[in-house]
């Protein structure tokens, strides 16, 4: 296929289903490009999730570049191996499938008619999300609540999976990944969408979280770390201002304990003059 008639394909379609895709792609290079669109992957996972050898994956992953659909970012070893290539689909790959950039843009086209600006529609979208999703996340469980809202989202198209793992302090983490980014080109230009992403699924889980790496900052994937050694935000012992034993922000010293520090130092200076 060459790449002139598959940019006039891609810009044709907008809604493309599978069986489409074999008859535009041939029956291999829609599965490869379904297997990427799921996320991104190397020769050798694509060539064991289609049988195929190696050597036959890598001329159907070639042409694939060449006509703009999928590309190959280096990946740093695992140990003293060699860096390996992972594919992801293009912006223009993307494009074969639907997904809610359309909806997000729609949104936003709608809320700025009332010139409140950016920062007020994200605050009011990420209401509109959480409420979407909050009946599903209910549990008071955090991993729980986690693998609920990956759910959610992969029906949303972002291809969301959990994973309980150690981060770099060795602390117990769940580690949220969404292999697809629906709105990552927009996102790139506006990452206030990423940070009100994160503040919604921290309203959602009750719990902290770090946002590790973006789509639209470069990466091939957005990944979210829960720690699970930390109580969650709905925990009743967290951040007890009853407990004297809970631990205070430096800047915001325990009240209590200051008036102990107070009375022990009237005390020794009571102490010093008999």
């Known amino acids: 296929m ?90 223009r790959g993307e494009r074969l499938f639907p997904d809610r950039s359309a909806a997000l843009a729609g949104d936003l086209l709608e809320f700025l008619g009332s010139d409140e600006g950016l920062e007020g529609f994200l605050a009011w979208r990420r209401e509109r999300q959480r409420a979407r999703y909050a009946e599903a996340v209910q549990s008071r469980d955090v991993e729980t609540r986690t693998r609920a809202l990956a759910e959610q989202l992969t029906a949303d198209g972002y291809e969301a999976r959990v994973e309980r793992t150690a981060d770099e302090r060795g602390r117990t983490v769940l580690r949220l990944t969404q292999e697809h980014c629906a709105i990552r080109q927009l996102a790139a230009s506006y990452p206030q969408l990423c940070g009100a992403e994160e503040q919604m699924f921290a309203d959602l889980l009750g719990a902290p979280l770090a946002r590790t790496q973006t789509q639209a900052g470069g990466a091939g994937r957005c990944v979210c770390e829960i720690p699970l050694d930390e109580p969650a935000a709905d925990d009743p012992t967290r951040n007890d201002p009853d407990d004297p034993h809970e631990r205070h922000d430096p800047e915001e010293p325990n009240d209590r304990v200051t008036a102990g520090v107070e009375t022990d130092r009237r005390d020794v200076g009571s102490r010093a003059r008999f």
């Open 2 to 91: 060459s790449i002139f008639r598959t940019a006039a394909i891609v810009n044709s379609v907008t809604d493309t289903t599978d069986g489409a895709l074999v008859d535009l792609l041939g029956e291999t290079r829609a599965r490869v490009v379904g297997l990427v669109h799921r996320g991104p992957r190397t020769v050798a996972e694509l060539a064991a999730e289609l049988d195929l050898s190696d050597v036959a994956v890598r001329r159907h992953v070639h042409e694939l570049e060449q006509d703009g659909l999928v590309e190959g970012r280096l990946e740093p070893a695992s140990g003293r191996g060699r860096p390996g290539t992972r594919y992801q689909l293009t912006g």
